[in-house]
């Protein structure tokens, strides 16, 4: 028997379309290009800086055969910047701008390369830091430091969330702007569930009204006709 599919991404399934972010390396030796499924890997040439998924940037790096440069996000300078923003603002940090035109439609912006803004998250913020964290502590300044700003990070925003939550049992909207692909994943069965609890209250309230107006109006018919019925027997 086949188990029924849960709707959504998990956090793995997550984790795994994220390694597809473009992040730049430093070669440390000469490699030549791949012919992969979503294109060809530009050939890699010390001390040149190359974009490279970073599915394949984790590869090298174990291999030492490179070493990645964090995005200009993940610095402690940055990110105390940004919790500075998540503890003033009731919103979530801005996500990185759209390019004004794009000749073709990447699936994934070029938000973790060297050249990726430092004063915004992107969508998979938290998937990439944890992995170059795990990987790569050499090539990332301080990684202690940025541990726990983004453990403050992560309840900031998440405290955010069930704000969001308690807005959305008072049948209030919430704005999601902002928010990454983990913290969607972990918090989608519980924000799906209180929507489904609330979706279930709320037909229970039309039920009832409808059944109330339904007796009402049986109700308004019978006294209608023994108001009537009174009438005649004072005419007689």
Not at 38 to 59: E, I, M
Not at 116 to 127: C, G, K, Q, V
């Amino acid at each position: 028997m086949a188990l029924p599919l849960v709707s959504g991404l998990n956090p793995s399934e997550v984790a795994f379309l994220c390694e597809m972010e473009m992040v730049t390396v430093i070669p440390r030796q000469r490699l030549e290009g791949l012919d992969l499924v979503g294109g060809h890997t530009p050939p890699l040439q010390p001390p040149y800086r190359t974009p490279l998924p970073l599915w394949l940037a984790l590869l090298l790096k174990r291999q030492r055969r490179a070493n990645i440069l964090p995005p200009p996000w993940l610095t402690p300078s940055s990110l105390t910047a940004i919790l500075e923003y998540e503890n003033a603002s009731a919103s979530f940090s801005p996500t990185p701008q759209l390019p004004a035109h794009l000749a073709i439609s990447p699936p994934f912006l070029p938000s973790a390369t060297a050249d990726a803004p430092s004063n915004a998250l992107p969508y998979h913020w938290l998937e990439i830091s944890e992995m170059l964290l795990d990987a790569a502590p050499d090539d990332v300044g301080e990684p202690d430091n940025l541990r726990r700003l983004m453990r403050d990070l992560r309840e900031v925003r998440m405290a955010k969330m069930r704000k969001g939550i308690k807005l959305l049992e008072g049948g209030r909207e919430i704005n999601m702007n902002g928010v990454g692909g983990m913290e969607v994943a972990e918090a989608r069965n519980f924000i799906g569930g209180v929507v489904d609890g609330l979706r279930k209250i709320g037909a229970s309230k039309e039920m009832s009204r409808r059944e109330r107006e339904a007796e009402e109006r049986e109700n308004g018919i019978d006294r209608a006709q023994e108001d009537e019925d009174e009438d005649e027997d004072m005419e007689i």
